[in-house]
């Protein structure tokens, strides 16, 4: 097997996440690299986007959250192997990814234009979203995203929802997410208290 190093930030969330989730369900081993915020900026410029995450595959160094999600997702027995639920399984991720994108631009942003910004997203586009989420689940059967099963779509949904939910967001309301899509809180729920999702935040916590 292929020797991976993922690297990202030092912290439980964010775009590199739903990946060392994966390869922790999946039991793949990987080295976990996180790079500290003050240790960022000397370390941009040996990633081939100035970004992370990237994946490190024996020596070829990979980059794109999704397209890293899709690789640990296929080596961790998280990914649809049939093209339809492997299309609405991407189709979650980058929808995900987009409006998490728009939530991360507002955060260097001044004051003012953080709250106006972030005050039109969540009476907009992130309801819309939210609201969106909610109805692909159900259509989905109400469980996971796609498959019928546990995939990387609902490991990315679990991470953004997590997120708004946390209270981290000034001017997004933490209850946005109940109020306006409650299934998506059951599905966090139900993500959360997967015995290997759970049983990894228990030796997070404890390290
Ligand atoms: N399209 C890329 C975006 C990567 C990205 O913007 N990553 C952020 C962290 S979540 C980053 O590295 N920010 C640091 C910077 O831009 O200086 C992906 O999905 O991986």
Same mark, same amino acid.
């Given at each position: 097997?292929?020797? *991976?190093?993922?690297? %990202? ?5 964010? @775009?590199?996440?739903?990946? &060392? ?16 915020? !003050?240790?960022?900026?000397?370390? #941009? ?7 992370? /995450? ?16 899709? %690789? ?11 093209? +339809? ?6 189709? =979650? ?9 728009? =939530? ?5 942003? /001044?004051?003012?234009?953080?709250? !106006? ?7 907009? #586009?992130?309801? #819309? ?7 692909? +689940? ?5 469980? %996971? ?14 991470? *953004?929802?997590?997120? +708004? &939910? ?12 109940? @109020? ?9 729920? @139900? ?9 990894? %935040? #228990?030796? &997070?916590?404890?390290?």
């Amino acid at each position: 097997m292929a020797k *991976l190093k993922l690297t %990202y930030f030092d912290f439980d969330g964010g @775009r590199g996440e739903p990946a &060392r989730l994966a390869l922790y369900i999946g039991g793949i081993p990987f080295e976990d690299q996180r790079i500290a915020g !003050k240790d960022w900026p000397a370390f #941009r410029s040996k990633t081939p986007f100035f970004a992370m /995450p990237t994946v490190e595959v024996d020596s070829q160094v990979v980059t794109q959250s999704n397209s890293i999600n899709r %690789y640990a997702g296929k080596l961790a027995g998280l990914y649809p192997k049939g093209d +339809l639920q492997a299309l609405l399984c991407d189709e =979650i991720m980058d929808a995900a990814e987009d409006i998490g994108t728009r =939530i991360g631009q507002t955060i260097d942003l /001044p004051d003012d234009a953080k709250r !106006k910004t972030r005050e039109e997203l969540a009476a907009g #586009r992130l309801t #819309r979203y939210l609201e969106q989420f909610q109805a692909k +689940l159900q259509a989905a059967g109400g469980e %996971y995203f796609a498959d019928g099963r546990l995939t990387v779509a609902d490991l990315k949904v679990f991470m *953004l929802i997590r997120w +708004l &939910r946390s209270g981290a967001l000034d001017h997004i309301p933490k209850e946005l997410v109940d @109020r306006v899509a409650p299934q998506l809180v059951k599905h966090f729920e @139900r993500v959360a208290s997967h015995a290997k999702v759970a049983e990894y %935040y #228990r030796l &997070r916590k404890a390290a």
